[in-house]
Nanobody, 129 residues
């Protein structure tokens, strides 16, 4: 199984970026929750936003209202649309996957990094003027 994250870059404060995570080699991808995590230098990896196959979502407080997660199972891709970016959003962003034992629109995705077993390589997001 493989997760390929892309879309990072350098953006000015207030700008936008869309990250993409393409999953390959997963059987029954819609049974997996996909999460976006980030890690800034000297800090622990933290969840940004996660989504289940039924599109139930989790957002960290820092992402609420500025970021939108979505998934296209037909394309095996999860997106993270980030708007109104701030310097504190600067980090390496990773996508990760975990099998969901329960399904349903009310079943929220896990939000701890240690609950996710498959990880992609990171993509750097730098917010700076």
């Amino acid at each position: 199984v493989q997760l390929q994250a892309s879309g990072g870059g350098l953006v000015q404060p207030g700008g936008s970026l869309r990250l993409s995570c393409v999953a390959s080699g997963f059987a029954y991808l819609d049974y997996y929750a996909i999460g976006w995590f980030r890690q800034a230098p000297g800090k622990e990896r933290e969840a940004v936003s996660c989504i289940t196959g039924d599109s139930a979502t989790y957002y960290a407080d820092s992402a609420q209202g500025r970021f939108t997660i979505s998934r296209d199972n037909a394309r095996s891709t999860v997106y993270l649309q980030m708007s109104n970016l701030k310097p504190e959003d600067t980090a390496v962003y990773y996508c990760a996957a975990t099998w969901m034992t329960k399904r349903g629109v009310r079943v929220l995705p896990p939000s701890r990094a240690d609950e996710y077993g498959a990880w992609g390589q990171g993509t750097q997001v730098t917010v700076s003027s």
